[in-house]
């Protein structure tokens, strides 16, 4: 065997190496002179022949980048020509067209960001271009988006408009007005035709014959056509003739449009789409781009009309028609350079295809019709999803298209980025508003037509999206106002309910039609089943399977637009440039500053309606992507954990606006917390960072111009002189001064390059949301991202990725914004539908009971059966909509969910101690509101009580409200105001009344004693209420859920919280007793302010009661305010409920009223009778105040009655003077007698008797034209009637034994202040005497002498008996 390497014999083959005729066979790799023979022939120029071969410098893939810069070579004098203003003849002004908006208007007027579309936004707003011309024939044309009242032509810079006279209603202005078919000069005749939304005008001026003319180019759609399809229109023929021309005459285009009417101008930016022979645009076409975009062109020809033979090492002439792409290196390689040349040029046209193409299928997906299987919403969503799907094209309409979300507020003017002084002026940049848009398909180029750019048009379909690297637009489309205020890609995220339901086929989807019998939201804490017949029982079942049709389709759409959404949060796109998510994040802030903030001019906020759907659909990708990340990441949570974490609050990261902090104002929580951020979180507060937010507050009004240019939003064109900027470094990057507060003190950490041990402190600065980076929010490996500022209490590993975080604080906050609102509305439907079930059962009714003999009256109730039976066929199938697209399973769990999200993070925040004040407001705003949404909103299909964890959820709600209503770190009135009545309107209800027993026990403790701190310190009246729920039901008479002498409870009235059936809560009373014995002074504090309150409430009462008695009987006809009988009935019902709470504290406690071994007791005894008599006295005499006004029946008075009054009095009365010890019922008898104002007849009363009756006898039958509690047995028991006759018993006897034992008084005797009760005590060391009662009462809030103001250090006990014998014994 030989050796290796021995007599072997090597082959080219064998090598891989072949001839070079082979290689190009196999390969498409040419020699080096054929392909310097294609690249000449390729990239030879059009005007001129290809050189000679031998004269020729050698061209190859390495020299052809420098070949094609001389190739395309343009003079650089020829551009700077172009470039420069004024050079043309007979125009003056920039050499780019805009709408001059520093100057050139009248009235207020939004302009979008490329200077070319407008809003009006007064009366009759106007406004001109920022270029005019004097000689020659020119055109513009004008996109029409809205068909209301406009006038479109030109004017001269001497023309004066206002608000009332616009173009061509002055002298040297001419105007066309396709609303009223009008042309207008000074005076007016009927002119051309009228326009519609989406039409284009052409605005011609032939200043050589001194002629102004228009075309108008309809838009048309008809069955044989494609939906908005543009027909080239006619000219309207000459409008006016003799135009003054001469020195200082040039003619600006113009336009006075009313309120809410838009257009968008073309002057000759784009290609002109109707283009006229003869006339010129005002601005010339970029002509050095034309010629290089011809040159390029027509090398694309060539290799079109060109092949490569590598085998026979020639060129081949071919037809471009038979061209196809073999993938030969070398044509592909040729063409690479092409392209790479090319698309800079054509970038622009791409984007605008594609933009076209986005704003076609928004527009389409709107107005398209509700067919009964949805298909055209369909279809759009999935061309829509088809585009997203594309890395690039996502990226670009996300940023350029789809992120607005919807219509922007004015901003003020400012330099933004991206437009120059050329561009007309200074504008604020607008979140790209898209015109109401031409017809535009997949394939079609906005650009095709007749026009002289159409070579541009041929590349532009050849060369897909991915193939032109995409850049930013200075410019962006307008999609104006039409028939609905302006939108964005939240439209893709609605379901629009069906004008009319034969539109979307509900009645082949539910033929059967099926309403409740009642309505049973919140309030019906236990089913009530009704017996229905099998008719009925089919009925219902029949009706819930088409509205089990309808949700399926429904379904179908819900799933493409949340795949939408996947592919807008898509975080692993970032390659070349930001991952989606995060650009999403930006703009989807800048939504919600936008729908948040309450300041500027006439804001434009997104329809609730929309917000709904957006919301849900959000809510679904963001849990997508959250479970997801759990699935890679075992440490991470699941999104059912979900929650914010607390640091988010306070470390800056995420911006809230204007949007209020649970402890008031963020520049004011900085300062005052700035230790505990430092020790907590390792945070330092820049001291510039606090002295900037302090000096900006000095000028609320003035905002800077950097920041109007920080915010994409659109310019106001607004008359007068423009503001002057403030300097920059006292600049706030919001509006507002809220804002300022907010932005200029909110911070966002410098990133860490190391880890910081737990002494270190890191500084931190301001960061705008534009500013962030991926870093910023997801973190790195020494940097926490959105979640920097960690507290002790905060567990380390990641609950998600902090973009998905940010996501779901948003959804929090859309939900506050307008989504709960918009819950509450749509349950209107519902109500309907109730209402006319309960007027066709009174119908059907009142036909059974009709005689048969009337036959007139049978007619009309049968029409009003009929017309009862087809309203109930419309709504409940429109309402089976709406719970389909709104109070569905799925819908209900979102909220479910996020109402959960809100209590973590809650739980949270509040272990952070003093840190929780960071938390916005909505927070809690959204955990109370959610909870009633499912309470009230998505009954009675679907019930909260089903939903995993109910009783947990509640239990956590419960605790959360009974700790934070007193929070002293929610220093906020209307968020405190809402946690007390939240807690108020829990404690109503049997279900949530159990969940706040459950809480922990210290937890119920600290409410109970933050319910019984004194009234004067706060606002008392939803305290009370809350008092009185859980005593209602143990009082006397008082087991009733709506007064007796009202009419029988209305099903719309059921579901109100106090007009719940009784659930008193036996638990919290007995912590209420445990606190009132607990100390001295909590039971005497608590009590006095009840009872100061209670004579507050009444003497006001008595006092209105008496200025409307007053009214009523005036002669003159006259009205009371029903603003002061809902006061008076205020005061009454707060008077009735504050002695339901004496009752209840003598009830659990009456030691504190007759024990006088304490030294309160006689006190608080005296003033609780001197109240109760005055009551008795006020509403007990015959034919007094309170009876005139109760026989009155005023609207807004029915609550004013005896009976409530009255059994609350009654049932403190029975307490003290039946039910306590004997010691206690001697002390109150007698305190009660003692009182100048007692009066045994107002017992009397209670009973329904005029007069006491004589011992031992018994009591008449009550008469009954008189009140008396014997007749309500339905509200009071036998036992509680027996009480009462023993306590009239008691006082008649007790009364008759005092008037036998008392002796005359002389008037010396008697007390200085009251002249009521004899003088039993004397002040120390002044001597001065009075009665014990009034002494006490004064010494309650002053301690001076009540005659001589000097200090009392001491009150003895005064007899003049023995101070007469002490007196003798001395002498």
């Known amino acids: 065997m030989a050796s290796k390497g021995a007599g072997m014999a090597f082959s080219r083959k064998s090598y891989g190496l072949t001839s070079d005729a082979e290689k190009s066979r196999v390969t498409g790799i040419v020699h080096e002179k054929l392909l310097d023979d294609y690249l000449h022939r390729i990239f030879s120029s059009t005007g001129r022949a290809p050189m000679a071969a031998t004269s020729r410098k050698l061209l190859n893939f390495q020299n052809l980048p420098e070949h094609l810069d001389q190739l395309l070579h343009v003079d650089e004098e020829a551009e700077e020509e172009e470039e420069s203003q004024g050079q043309v003849e007979g125009r003056l002004g920039p050499s780019t067209v805009v709408l001059d908006h520093t100057g050139g208007f009248e009235g207020l007027l939004l302009v979008d960001d490329d200077l070319l579309g407008v809003i009006g936004h007064s009366n009759f707003g106007t406004i001109r271009s920022t270029t005019c011309v004097y000689k020659g024939k020119w055109v513009y044309e004008v996109l029409?988006?809205?068909?209301?009242?406009?006038?479109?032509?030109?004017?001269?810079?001497?023309?004066?408009?206002?608000?009332?006279?616009?173009?061509?209603?002055?002298?040297?202005?001419?105007?066309?007005?396709?609303?009223?078919?009008?042309?207008?000069?000074?005076?007016?005749?009927?002119?051309?035709?009228?326009?519609?939304?989406?039409?284009?005008?052409?605005?011609?001026?032939?200043?050589?014959?001194?002629?102004?003319?228009?075309?108008?180019?309809?838009?048309?759609?008809?069955?044989?056509?494609?939906?908005?399809?543009?027909?080239?229109?006619v000219s309207l023929g000459t409008a006016f003739e003799n135009l003054s021309r001469g020195l200082g005459m040039a003619y600006f285009p113009a336009i006075s449009l009313s309120f809410k009417e838009s257009v968008a101008f073309n002057f000759g930016s784009r290609p002109l789409r109707y283009p006229?022979?003869?006339?010129?645009?005002?601005?010339?076409?970029?002509?050095?781009?034309?010629?290089?975009?011809?040159?390029?062109?027509?090398?694309?020809?060539?290799?079109?009309?060109?092949?490569?033979?590598?085998v026979q090492g020639r060129l081949v002439e071919k037809e471009s028609s038979e061209w196809q792409l073999q993938g030969q290196p070398t044509v592909l390689l040729t063409l690479a350079h092409i392209f790479h040349r090319f698309a800079p040029l054509l970038d622009y046209e791409v984007q605008d295809c594609l933009k076209q193409l986005m704003m076609s299928l928004l527009r389409l997906y709107r107005f398209s019709p509700i067919v009964p299987d949805l298909a055209l919403q369909i279809r759009y969503l999935r061309l829509t999803i088809a585009i997203l799907s594309h890395e690039k094209s996502r990226k670009f309409l996300l940023s350029h298209v789809l992120y607005p979300l919807l219509a922007t507020r004015q901003a003020r003017h400012g330099v933004p980025s991206g437009v120059s002084r050329s561009q007309g002026g200074w504008c604020a940049s607008a979140q790209g508003s898209p015109r109401r848009l031409r017809k535009t398909r997949a394939t079609h180029c906005p650009l095709g037509g007749r026009n002289k750019y159409r070579g541009c048009q041929a590349l532009s379909l050849a060369v897909p999206p991915s193939s032109v690297p995409v850049t930013s637009l200075h410019r962006a489309l307008a999609w104006k106002w039409a028939c609905f205020d302006v939108l964005r890609s939240v439209v893709f995220f609605y379901i629009k309910s069906p004008l009319r339901v034969e539109e979307a086929g509900l009645q082949e989807l539910i033929p059967t039609t099926w309403w409740p019998h009642r309505s049973s939201r919140e309030g019906k804490e236990s089913k009530e089943v009704k017996d229905e017949t099998s008719e009925e029982r089919l009925r219902r079942r029949a009706y819930e399977r088409g509205c089990q049709r309808l949700k399926k389709r429904i379904e179908v759409v819900e799933e493409l637009q949340v795949q939408i959404l996947k592919l807008l949060l898509n975080n692993q796109d970032d390659n070349g440039g930001e991952a989606s998510r995060y650009i999403f994040l930006t703009k989807f802030r800048k939504f919600l500053q936008e729908n948040a903030s309450s300041r500027g001019n006439m804001p434009m906020l997104c329809p609730p309606e929309y917000m709904v759907c957006f919301l849900h659909r959000l809510i679904s990708a963001l849990?997508?992507?959250?479970?997801?990340?759990?699935?890679?990441?075992?440490?991470?949570t699941f999104s059912e954990e979900a929650y914010i974490p607390p640091q988010v609050f306070y470390n800056g990261k995420v911006d809230y606006f204007d949007l209020q902090r649970l402890g008031g104002l963020l520049s004011h929580l900085r300062k005052t917390l700035k230790d505990d951020l430092a020790s907590k979180a390792n945070i330092l507060i820049d001291p510039l960072e606090?002295?900037?937010?302090?000096?900006?507050?000095?000028?609320?009004?003035?905002?800077?111009?950097?920041?109007?240019?920080?915010?994409?939003?659109?310019?106001?064109?607004?008359?007068?002189?423009?503001?002057?900027?403030?300097?920059?470094?006292?600049?706030?990057?919001?509006?507002?001064?809220?804002?300022?507060?907010?932005?200029t003190a909110a911070v966002s950490l410098m990133t860490p390059r190391r880890p910081l041990s737990t002494s270190e402190k890191v500084k931190v600065r301001t960061l705008s949301a534009e500013q962030r980076t991926r870093e910023d929010i997801e973190g790195s490996q020494w940097n926490e991202g959105?979640?920097?500022?960690?507290?002790?209490?905060?567990?380390?590993?990641?609950?998600?990725?902090?973009?998905?975080?940010?996501?779901?604080?948003?959804?929090?906050?859309?939900?506050?914004?307008?989504?709960?609102?918009?819950?509450?509305?749509?349950?209107?439907?519902?109500?309907d539908v109730n209402e006319y079930a309960m007027a066709l059962r009174d119908t059907e009714d009142k036909?059974?009971?009709?005689?048969?003999?009337?036959?007139?009256?049978?007619?009309?109730?049968?029409k009003s059966q009929k017309v009862f039976s087809e309203k109930l066929d419309h709504l409940s199938r429109r309402l089976a909509w709406v719970h389909a697209t709104v109070y569905s399973q799925e819908k209900m769990q979102d909220i479910y969910w996020l109402l959960r999200v809100c209590l973590r993070t809650i739980e949270h925040g509040d272990r952070t101690g003093p840190l929780f004040a960071f938390m916005p407001e909505f927070y809690l705003s959204v955990a109370i509101n959610s909870y009633s949404a499912l309470k009230n909103y998505f009954g009675p299909v679907h019930s909260m009580e089903e939903l995993p964890g109910y009783e947990e959820t509640l239990t956590r709600l419960a605790a959360i409200l009974a700790k934070h209503f007193a929070d002293t770190r929610i220093v906020g009135t209307d968020i405190r105001d809402s946690l007390m009545q939240a807690l108020a309107s829990y404690v109503c209800y049997p279900n949530s009344l159990r969940a706040v027993e459950r809480i922990p026990e210290e937890q119920r403790i600290a409410m109970v004693r933050s319910l019984l701190a004194p009234y004067e310190q706060r606002p008392w009246a939803q305290t009370n209420w809350i008092l009185v729920r859980l005593w209602r039901g143990c009082g006397f008479g008082y087991r009733y859920t709506r007064l007796?002498?009202?009419?029988?409870?209305?099903?719309?009235?059921?579901?109100?919280?106090?007009?719940q059936k009784p659930c008193p809560s036996t638990l919290l009373q007995q912590h209420m007793a445990d606190l009132l014995r607990e100390g001295p002074d909590v039971a005497p504090s608590f009590l006095n302010s009840v009872l100061n309150q209670l004579n507050w409430a009444f003497s006001e009462f008595i006092g209105m009661i008496q200025e409307i008695q007053q009214a009523a009987e005036r002669l003159e006809r006259n009205f009371v305010d029903s603003r002061q009988l809902k006061v008076c009935a205020t005061c009454f019902d707060l008077s009735v409920s504050l002695l339901r709470v004496l009752e209840m504290t003598i009830t659990l406690v009456p030691e504190i009223f007759l024990d006088w071994a304490q030294p309160t007791s006689e006190m608080l005894l005296r003033r609780l009778a001197q109240l109760l008599n005055q009551v008795l006295n006020r509403v007990t005499a015959e034919r007094n105040l309170f009876d005139r006004v109760v026989t009155l029946r005023l609207p807004g008075l029915e609550s004013v009655d005896h009976y409530p009054i009255l059994v609350a009095v009654t049932g403190i009365l029975v307490r003290l003077l039946v039910h306590g010890p004997a010691s206690g019922t001697e002390r109150a008898t007698s305190v009660l007698l003692a009182d100048p104002c007692f009066q045994l007849r107002s017992i009397c009363y209670l009973l329904g008797q005029p007069e006491p009756p004589t011992p031992g006898t018994a009591l008449p039958a009550p008469d009954q034209k008189r009140f008396s509690l014997q007749s309500y047995t339905d509200y009071i028991s036998v036992e509680e009637l027996a009480q009462v006759e023993q306590m009239l018993a008691h006082l008649t006897s007790a009364s008759a034994q005092a008037a036998a034992a008392s002796l005359p008084t002389s008037e010396e005797d008697l007390c200085p202040i009251c002249y009521a009760h004899p003088i039993s005590a004397v002040f120390q060391p002044c001597g001065h005497k009075s009665c014990k009662a009034c002494i006490n009462q004064h010494l309650m809030n002053n301690k001076d002498c009540f005659f001589c103001k000097a200090t009392i250090v001491s009150v003895e006990d005064w007899d003049k008996a023995a101070s007469a014998s002490a007196t003798s014994s001395a002498a």
Request: charged letters at 20%; proline letters at 8%.
């Open 144 to 233: 029409i988006s809205s068909q209301g009242l406009m006038q479109i032509g030109w004017c001269t810079i001497n023309c004066r408009f206002n608000q009332e006279e616009g173009v061509g209603d002055t002298h040297n202005s001419y105007a066309y007005d396709g609303n009223r078919v009008r042309k207008w000069n000074v005076t007016t005749t009927n002119y051309g035709k009228a326009w519609a939304a989406g039409d284009i005008v052409s605005c011609l001026i032939d200043l050589d014959e001194g002629t102004l003319s228009f075309c108008l180019h309809i838009l048309l759609s008809t069955p044989s056509d494609p939906p908005f399809c543009s027909r080239n229109g």
């Open 276 to 310: 006229v022979v003869g006339y010129r645009p005002l601005q010339d076409p970029p002509s050095a781009d034309l010629v290089r975009a011809q040159e390029l062109l027509g090398c694309f020809q060539a290799v079109l009309s060109v092949e490569l033979d590598p």
């Open 623 to 636: 849990r997508y992507y959250w479970d997801e990340y759990k699935a890679s990441n075992p440490r991470a």
């Open 690 to 743: 606090l002295q900037a937010a302090t000096m900006d507050d000095l000028d609320e009004d003035e905002e800077p111009a950097p920041a109007a240019a920080q915010r994409p939003m659109q310019a106001l064109a607004m008359g007068g002189a423009l503001p002057l900027p403030r300097p920059s470094w006292l600049s706030s990057p919001t509006l507002g001064r809220a804002n300022r507060f907010l932005s």
């Open 786 to 831: 959105l979640l920097v500022g960690r507290p002790p209490e905060e567990p380390e590993q990641p609950l998600t990725e902090n973009s998905l975080l940010e996501v779901l604080d948003g959804a929090i906050m859309m939900y506050n914004l307008s989504v709960h609102q918009q819950l509450g509305k749509m349950v209107g439907v519902s109500d």
């Open 847 to 862: 036909l059974r009971r009709c005689p048969k003999r009337r036959k007139d009256i049978l007619a009309e109730l049968t």
């Open 1044 to 1059: 007796p002498h009202l009419l029988k409870t209305k099903p719309e009235d059921a579901n109100l919280p106090s007009l």
